[in-house]
């Protein structure tokens, strides 16, 4: 009999690199036995060293997709990616829980890409908090943690801070005194996850894979602990497959 996968939507930007966005996101979903979609909020023209140019996709075109799929399927959870502006995602996210209120939502903070490109700008703090209330994870790493906040505090504070808005995975990769420890603040609980290896090599797009990873574990049914878990050594295995900026998918 035919395996029966769960429904998960990534919403993000194309790299034709294949190491990062929609396309990093649907090798993650397939290799968790889940059923991806994609709605694609831009175009870019990149490589794994370098980034070229950036076309944002209308929000309209995005919107009108996403009410397509919600409105036929039932999307256990979806991974935002890069986007434009805090409105922008605000609408991406009223949208979803608007049509699917049960669906989990997980957004990569993915303020400036790999190669130095920044997508987004964080202006307006009220409605940066109005968003996270709709969210179920965010996944920040330590740089991109400081841009989410208006103090200059650091980052485990405002981690805990936000936390009382929703979960954040604190990701180790540029922690200045433990790399590869991540930390997942919910809202009263702190938990260290700590690698099983740190013979690991750079790549481009590992946010990515990470994030629809836990994305894949969450419609899996895991809980948001066990799924980053999972997550995070899935995401070792990857950063272990060669030695270039561009990793194998494998489970």
């Given at each position: 009999?035919?395996?029966?996968?769960?429904?998960?939507?990534?919403?993000?930007?194309?790299?034709?690199?294949?190491?990062?966005?929609?396309?990093?996101?649907?090798?993650?979903?397939?290799?968790?036995?889940?059923?991806?979609?994609?709605?694609?909020?831009?175009?870019?023209?990149?490589?794994?060293?370098?980034?070229?140019?950036?076309?944002?996709?209308?929000?309209?075109?995005?919107?009108?997709?996403?009410?397509?799929?919600l409105q036929k399927y039932t999307i256990k959870a979806v991974?935002?990616?890069?986007?434009?502006?805090?409105?922008?995602?605000?609408?991406?996210?009223?949208?979803?829980?608007?049509?699917?209120?049960?669906?989990?939502?997980?957004?990569?903070?993915?303020?400036?890409?790999?190669?130095?490109?920044?997508?987004?700008?964080?202006?307006?703090?009220?409605?940066?908090?109005?968003?996270?209330?709709?969210?179920?994870?965010?996944?920040?790493?330590?740089?991109?943690?400081?841009?989410?906040?208006?103090?200059?505090?650091?980052?485990?504070?405002?981690?805990?801070?936000?936390?009382?808005?929703?979960?954040?995975?604190?990701?180790?990769?540029?922690?200045?005194?433990?790399?590869?420890?991540?930390?997942?603040?919910?809202?009263?609980?702190?938990?260290?996850?700590?690698?099983?290896?740190?013979?690991?090599?750079?790549?481009?797009?590992?946010?990515?894979?990470?994030?629809?990873?836990?994305?894949?574990?969450?419609?899996?049914?895991?809980?948001?602990?066990?799924?980053?878990?999972?997550?995070?050594?899935?995401?070792?295995?990857?950063?272990?497959?060669n030695q270039t900026k561009l990793g194998y998918h494998h489970?």
């Amino acid at each position: 009999m035919p395996e029966s996968r769960p429904f998960v939507l990534t919403i993000a930007g194309f790299d034709p690199s294949g190491g990062a966005g929609v396309l990093a996101d649907a090798k993650t979903f397939e290799q968790h036995h889940v059923y991806g979609f994609a709605v694609n909020t831009g175009n870019t023209i990149q490589t794994e060293n370098e980034f070229f140019e950036m076309q944002w996709t209308d929000i309209d075109f995005v919107l009108k997709s996403l009410d397509k799929l919600l409105q036929k399927y039932t999307i256990k959870a979806v991974k935002i990616g890069i986007i434009p502006s805090l409105d922008y995602l605000k609408k991406i996210v009223s949208l979803v829980k608007k049509l699917s209120p049960k669906t989990k939502i997980v957004w990569d903070t993915v303020l400036k890409s790999s190669t130095e490109f920044n997508f987004i700008t964080i202006e307006n703090q009220a409605i940066l908090i109005e968003i996270l209330e709709e969210i179920d994870l965010i996944t920040p790493n330590y740089n991109e943690i400081s841009q989410l906040s208006s103090e200059n505090i650091n980052a485990e504070t405002i981690a805990v801070t936000l936390s009382k808005h929703c979960a954040v995975l604190l990701k180790g990769g540029h922690n200045p005194s433990a790399i590869g420890i991540d930390y997942l603040y919910l809202e009263n609980e702190i938990f260290r996850l700590t690698p099983n290896s740190t013979l690991v090599f750079e790549k481009h797009g590992s946010g990515c894979v990470l994030s629809s990873a836990i994305t894949a574990n969450l419609a899996l049914g895991q809980d948001l602990k066990t799924a980053c878990i999972n997550a995070k050594k899935y995401i070792e295995t990857y950063l272990e497959s060669n030695q270039t900026k561009l990793g194998y998918h494998h489970v």
